[in-house]
């Protein structure tokens, strides 16, 4: 999978936390890909449970130890379970109080939820919080809302979906908002759809980009590139 993500030019790999458990394997990635793969740190909100402050506990620890590219997933979740709305909505305020107080971007997980966590965002306009609204899918009003708090659009293969619609709206997105993802292994783009998703398909998310833009392809890769740069600097 990484030789093939090599040989489709994508240099760098940005990988989000999920709970505790999956710390030991990102560290363990990024170790074995130095240069390439850099992991973030942060308790996404569908594993948000009883044991939610525990999991914080556990963040918060790895961040006194060393620097991460960013904290996340974190965010909110209301499409599978809205048991722990509360706890959520704590779990998110304390990422982003971290995320001030590291001075890291924050990446955002938002499903069914997209405009309640826009408006826990904008609680925090000029205290330098920056970030993503990873996987993208909303409005054209909540992609605006979201460029207008600082934030970047993370786009990834929805965007080659038929009816999906999210062509519709980031036709009238300039390229200077937008970042590219996979959601691996989650998302695949046409025509791999259905299947296991991976890094090396991102150029297929940049093609579709490119033609609805109709901008080369090239355009599209040194904008959206520069974009994630920018946010993931030190």
Same mark, same amino acid.
């Given at each position: 999978?990484? @030789?093939?993500?090599?040989?489709?030019?994508?240099?760098?790999?940005?990988?989000?936390?999920?709970?505790?458990?999956?710390?030991?394997?990102?560290?363990?990635?990024?170790?074995?890909?130095?240069?390439?793969?850099?992991?973030?740190?942060? &308790?996404?909100?569908?594993?948000?449970?009883?044991?939610?402050?525990?999991? #914080?506990?556990?963040?918060?620890?790895?961040?006194?130890?060393?620097?991460?590219?960013?904290? $996340?997933?974190?965010?909110?979740?209301?499409?599978?379970?809205?048991?722990?709305?509360? @706890? %959520?909505?704590?779990?998110? @305020? %304390? %990422?982003?109080?971290?995320?001030?107080?590291?001075?890291?971007?924050?990446?955002?997980?938002?499903?069914?939820?997209?405009?309640?966590?826009?408006?826990?965002?904008?609680?925090?306009?000029?205290?330098?919080?920056?970030?993503?609204?990873?996987?993208?899918? $909303?409005?054209?009003?909540?992609?605006?809302?979201?460029?207008?708090?600082?934030? &970047?659009?993370?786009?990834?293969?929805?965007?080659?979906?038929?009816?999906?619609?999210?062509?519709?709206?980031?036709?009238?997105?300039? #390229?200077?908002?937008?970042?590219?993802?996979?959601?691996?292994?989650?998302?695949?783009?046409?025509?791999?759809?259905?299947?296991?998703?991976?890094?090396?398909?991102?150029?297929?998310?940049?093609?579709? &980009?490119?033609?609805?833009?109709?901008?080369? &392809? @090239?355009?599209?890769?040194?904008?959206?590139?520069?974009?994630?740069?920018?946010?993931?600097?030190?």
């Amino acid at each position: 999978m990484m @030789e093939r993500a090599g040989a489709a030019g994508i240099s760098k790999i940005y990988m989000p936390a999920i709970d505790s458990a999956s710390f030991d394997d990102l560290l363990h990635t990024e170790k074995q890909f130095p240069n390439t793969c850099f992991a973030m740190v942060g &308790l996404h909100p569908c594993y948000v449970k009883e044991n939610y402050q525990e999991e #914080l506990d556990k963040v918060q620890a790895w961040l006194k130890q060393r620097s991460f590219a960013a904290i $996340g997933e974190c965010g909110l979740d209301f499409y599978w379970d809205k048991t722990y709305v509360k @706890e %959520q909505n704590i779990a998110l @305020e %304390q %990422q982003i109080a971290w995320a001030i107080e590291y001075k890291r971007p924050i990446v955002l997980h938002t499903r069914n939820a997209t405009r309640e966590t826009i408006e826990v965002v904008a609680k925090y306009r000029n205290t330098g919080l920056r970030g993503i609204f990873h996987c993208f899918g $909303g409005t054209l009003q909540e992609a605006n809302d979201i460029i207008e708090l600082g934030f &970047l659009l993370g786009i990834g293969g929805v965007l080659t979906y038929k009816n999906a619609g999210l062509d519709q709206v980031i036709r009238e997105i300039d #390229l200077k908002h937008i970042v590219l993802e996979t959601d691996a292994p989650y998302l695949t783009p046409v025509p791999h759809r259905g299947k296991r998703n991976e890094p090396a398909y991102l150029n297929l998310v940049a093609e579709k &980009l490119a033609e609805i833009k109709e901008i080369d &392809l @090239e355009e599209v890769a040194r904008v959206t590139s520069g974009n994630a740069e920018n946010v993931f600097k030190n």
